[in-house]
């Protein structure tokens, strides 16, 4: 941090500012700075912090006197931060709010994000370096331009070389993480063809498989990722986990459909129920495979498809024949209805009280007024 | 239907095993059990994957790209089902699952403003926003995927390439070659008028208004008959974060004429 002088943050002619960010908090190292949250902006000339309350302390330092930076990531309690490493402080530097520091590198601590970004436009900055070509009227003064010391450039050597290992380190668990990959990936593969082949004799009847068979070999379709080559069904349809899932479902949704007028689209289903799992989340393909099966189960739940394509969860209970009724009784007391309107009536959701309507226009109870100002439904007269 | 288990039928396998044999096929039973085989060496073989590279996945959108890639190369999809061996060892699953709850939760909570059409950049934003700071980052790639897979459930969720990104649809309203070459002219200024849409598009104004309707209708426009010229039809989902503040329901009911 003594690398930063006070500043009073306006831009020089041919500085250009690149990006700035709030949230930011600033490390002397692995310390916090004695400093508040504020915005870093960069430049094309200088890195600049200002404290967000109080707009007289502003800080600067000239780009030149950064060697490297790198990202880290966030984790628990922290947020995502980029480190810089800094040249030595040159002889001529104006003061600043640190008069000296035992770290050649600071942090960004980003908490509000924008880290992402902000560490991209700095990658630029620093490759294309403008302000060697844009000089600008006060001179910033550079890094290397004094200290010549044996001291000195031993410990820059040493930082450089501490970077240099962490980087290779990074880009040697990547690698083979993706040589790892592609080994696995190979063998995947085997089993993919393996499938193929097992999924043509079932089709051409060459051999006899039994139900049991037929059902585990669909389960390792499932584990492995395979679409069903033979029923071309969704992945996993039949399966064991499918028919646990449908009776799990059927018991747990009671409720929440008691509690929402008897039906709920398949889109809020999947989130009531992979925000109470907490883990080991259910697919959309998982779910929409276990509601295909209440039917055959006989449970207490059935799916049901609109013609707009919109999928619903409904209770058996509630009959097509009492929401009907129920939707043209709440038309023909308030005269004319909309979707919105019935939606607040009933509380249901506005997409499943449409549904409704255009179910007891489909089945000739209501009509439609259609028009810019949008659809309202009126008890059918014309009968 | 059981496999007979009488001699006559036992009879009739071993004549078929026989045949196939000399044929030098092997029978759909025998490699399902090679396969079973398979199966357990491949789940130690991803097992050992992951003990080592599980936070490749976590921590890279960049990793996390390349392997989709190289599934879907394959034949594999990684994110079929919940209890796929992807998705319980390597957890790519519930990555992407608890992706697509958040993508649900933005959108139906923007309907009201919106019409249920988001750009792919605002919905990224807000879903990092809800995510909170700790938690591990996505990129617009991950979002793709998860709304791919959120397709299935039928609820009309759809991507419309609009001016270099996209618009994501969760309501299924239907949009045509025509609305979605509007949404793209209204891109720019967030707004689209008839003889912009006569003057770019070379449109009866009948056929213009059509679709400017429409999409009234379905409460992705909104009308600005004010306007000094001519009225502007103007669509929530493309306004900025900056310009706008947010509407609450019954402010939208009142808006729409």
């Known amino acids: ?383 | 239907m059981r496999r007979g288990v009488g001699a006559g039928a036992i009879a009739k396998k071993k004549l078929a095993e026989a045949k196939y044999k000399e044929r030098g096929n092997v029978l759909a039973e025998d490699q399902i059990v090679q396969m079973s085989k398979q199966l357990e060496t491949f789940k130690s073989n991803l097992e050992e994957f992951a003990s080592k590279h599980k936070q490749e996945i976590r921590k890279s959108p960049h990793f996390r790209v390349q392997f989709q890639e190289m599934c879907a190369t394959i034949g594999v999809d990684p994110l079929a089902s919940g209890k796929g061996f992807w998705s319980e060892m390597l957890g790519v699953g519930d990555f992407y699952y608890e992706l697509g709850v958040q993508i649900i939760e933005v959108c139906l909570a923007l309907k009201h403003r919106n019409g249920g059409l988001i750009t792919l950049d605002e919905l990224h934003q807000r879903v990092l926003k809800g995510r909170g700071k700790y938690a591990q980052e996505v990129s617009q790639d991950d979002l793709v995927r998860a709304i791919k897979k959120l397709k299935v459930m039928g609820n009309g969720f759809g991507m419309i390439p609009v001016g270099g990104s996209y618009l994501v649809q969760s309501v299924p309203a239907e949009l045509n070659m025509d609305h979605t070459v509007v949404l793209q002219l209204a891109e720019k200024k967030g707004y689209v008028t008839v003889s912009e849409i006569k003057g770019s598009l070379k449109w009866e104004k009948e056929r213009a208004c059509h679709v400017l309707d429409h999409l009234l209708k379905e409460g992705l426009a909104w009308l600005d008959s004010q306007a000094a010229g001519e009225a502007q039809y103007w669509l929530p989902a493309l306004f900025s974060e900056l310009t706008s503040r947010d509407v609450t329901p019954e402010e939208a009911n009142q808006m729409t004429p």
């Not at chain 1, 060697?67 to 947020?79: D, H, L, M, R």
């Not at chain 1, 051999?207 to 395979?226: H, P, Q």
């Open chain 1, 1 to 383: 941090m003594d690398r930063f002088s006070w500043s009073s943050g306006l831009l020089e002619i041919n500085e250009t500012l690149v990006i700035q960010q709030r949230g930011v908090r600033l490390y002397d190292g692995d310390d916090k700075a004695k400093l508040d949250v504020g915005a870093a902006l960069l430049s094309t000339h200088r890195l600049i912090w200002r404290d967000v309350k109080n707009h007289e302390c502003c800080l600067a330092m000239p780009l030149s006197q950064i060697i490297y930076f790198e990202e880290q990531a966030a984790g628990i309690g922290k947020s995502a931060k980029i480190i810089i490493y800094l040249h030595p402080t040159p002889a001529n530097k104006e003061p600043g709010p640190y008069q000296h520091s035992k770290y050649s590198y600071i942090k960004l601590s980003f908490k509000e994000h924008g880290q992402i970004e902000f560490y991209r436009r700095l990658t630029e900055e620093m490759t294309q370096k403008r302000w060697e070509s844009t000089p600008v009227s006060q001179p910033i003064p550079t890094g290397s331009a004094t200290q010549t010391g044996k001291t000195r450039a031993v410990g820059i050597v040493g930082i450089e070389r501490k970077i240099e290992e962490r980087r290779k380190e990074t880009d040697k668990n990547i690698s083979e993480a993706f040589e790892d990959l592609s080994k696995l990936m190979v063998k995947a593969k085997e089993m993919v063809e393996l499938s193929r082949s097992i999924a043509n004799k079932i089709k051409d009847k060459q051999g006899d498989i039994t139900e049991d068979e037929t059902i585990r070999f669909k389960s390792y379709l499932l584990s492995m990722g395979i679409a069903n080559p033979v029923t071309r069904e969704t992945h996993g349809s039949g399966t064991h986990y499918h028919l646990q899932l449908a009776k799990q479902l059927g018991d747990m949704l009671q409720a929440p459909l008691e509690e929402r007028g008897g039906m709920m689209a398949l889109t809020e289903v999947y989130c009531l129920v992979n925000r109470a799992r907490g883990m080991e989340l259910l697919s959309p393909e998982d779910l929409l495979n276990a509601c295909k099966m209440f039917e055959s189960l006989k449970l207490p739940v059935r799916m049901r498809v609109f013609d707009s394509g919109v999928m619903v969860v409904q209770l058996q209970s509630h009959s097509e024949e009492e929401m009907i009724a129920s939707a043209l009784d709440s038309v023909t007391d308030k005269g004319s209805l909309t979707a919105e309107e019935f939606a607040k009536l009933l509380g249901l959701s506005v997409l499943l009280s449409k549904e409704r309507l255009l179910l007891a226009e489909k089945m000739g109870h209501l009509c439609r007024d259609d028009s810019v100002e949008g659809l309202r439904f009126y008890p059918n007269l014309f009968e």
